[in-house]
């Protein structure tokens, strides 16, 4: 694909990177302002029993790997990344005054679903978009850089909103209302600062038309990235077990929300860090240390004693995290032509949900069953197998950062 003008800033990445960091920033900002609240939100003021709590999150988050797919395949067919991400955040802006209106959990199911949607159409288009943006040899700085200001919303988010919540005197309503404000500007930013590759680029992708058959060309290596990320869903589970294990080392229930603020402060202080040297390095050694991060979490959590030891485990397991994530991204831009770019990561989001699904199921299971740090000791027998996978992986090597 020929490679498009691109604005460079300071660091050395191009300024739609940039601009993109910042879209997913406002985003989740505004979205986390909601969804920290909104358990409390359905049960205290809706009236929504905990199993229908349950009901509503599991169903809203199955859309989204399955959408992926779609617009990911979709992006690939019509040669173009933009309108698909566009179309994504703006039907996100557009469910978010859904949850201020709601007056039955009904309400809320609708605009959850709309919201987990409209995150299943933008994410592969915008994560193939970045690959697109971006030279080879800076591909894990970039996905770093738009998961550390990712992350910088999702912390942000929760901190915004009790605060809202003191000024508003516990107005749930007027909260969810000023998270409208920085959807807004996320879509704004994302339509005026945001310069897909140039014309003949989207030419030439759509003159290779991809057809659903076309998963099957996907490389060999990049079906080694997907099972490696699946083996890391699978037994990373969810973040709401963190939630669950500080409550039971003793955390009061007003301060549940500091649990995702430490894991989110700590992913997004290591994640760009993390995918510079990525770029400098062979990204398996950055992916195995992810995983060896893990198992110390998975341990922390399991063995820990008090509520500093679990805050601990959760500020490694935050470190896990941006070590992992943006890397995995990098892996599997690399790993897949241009052509296909949109399709592999819908493929590899869809694999990837489908293992956490499990793993999280599996979570309940066993500290119903057994425990509380049985599932922590189960993920890191699980981490075991999956650092051995990396180490085992065929080297990559990677070129220098441009």
Wanted: hydrophobic share 55%; glycine share 12%; aromatic share 10%.
């Amino acid at each position: 694909m020929a490679s498009p003008k691109r604005t460079v800033r300071a660091s050395g990445l191009p300024g739609g990177i940039w601009a993109l960091g910042f879209v997913s920033l406002l985003m989740d900002m505004s979205s986390e302002m909601i969804h920290s609240l909104l358990p409390v939100f359905l049960v205290s003021v809706l009236g929504a029993s905990p199993e229908l709590l349950g009901l509503i999150e599991g169903l809203g988050e199955a859309v989204t790997p399955v959408a992926k797919l779609f617009s990911g395949w979709a992006s690939d067919r019509l040669g173009r990344r933009k309108p698909f991400a566009l179309f994504g955040y703006g039907l996100a802006l557009l469910s978010k005054p859904l949850f201020a209106l709601a007056v039955s959990p009904g309400w809320v199911f609708a605009a959850r679903l709309i919201d987990r949607l409209a995150k299943g159409i933008r994410g592969a288009p915008r994560d193939a978009l970045v690959a697109d943006l971006t030279p080879q040899g800076q591909r894990g700085a970039a996905y770093g850089l738009r998961q550390s200001l990712d992350s910088v919303g999702a912390f942000g988010g929760p901190v915004i909103a009790l605060a809202l919540m003191g000024l508003f005197h516990d107005d749930f309503r007027l909260v969810f209302w000023v998270a409208v404000l920085p959807a807004a500007a996320c879509v704004a930013t994302l339509a005026l600062f945001v310069k897909e590759p140039g014309e003949r680029a989207n030419r030439e992708r759509r003159h290779t038309p991809v057809h659903w058959r076309d998963i099957g060309l996907l490389e060999r290596r990049f079906w080694i990235v997907t099972a490696i990320g699946g083996i890391l869903m699978w037994g990373r589970f969810s973040e709401a077990f963190l939630v669950l294990r500080a409550e039971n080392a003793g955390l009061a229930i007003a301060l549940m929300p500091a649990v995702l603020i430490v894991m989110n402060v700590v992913y997004s202080a290591s994640a760009y860090l993390s995918g510079l040297l990525a770029d400098r390095v062979d990204r398996r050694l950055i992916l195995a240390a992810g995983f060896a991060i893990l198992i110390a979490a998975d341990l922390v959590l399991a063995f820990g004693g008090n509520i500093w030891a679990i805050m601990a485990g959760v500020a490694l397991w935050g470190l896990h995290m941006g070590f992992t994530q943006g890397v995995l991204a990098a892996l599997v831009a690399d790993s897949a032509a241009d052509t296909l770019r949109g399709t592999a990561f819908g493929v590899f989001s869809l694999v990837s949900g489908m293992a956490m699904l499990a793993g999280s199921l599996g979570a309940g299971y066993l500290w119903q069953t057994i425990g509380p740090s049985a599932p922590f000791l189960a993920g890191a027998t699980i981490m075991v197998v999956g650092l051995f996978a990396t180490i085992a992986s065929p080297q990559r090597t990677n070129p220098p950062a441009a």
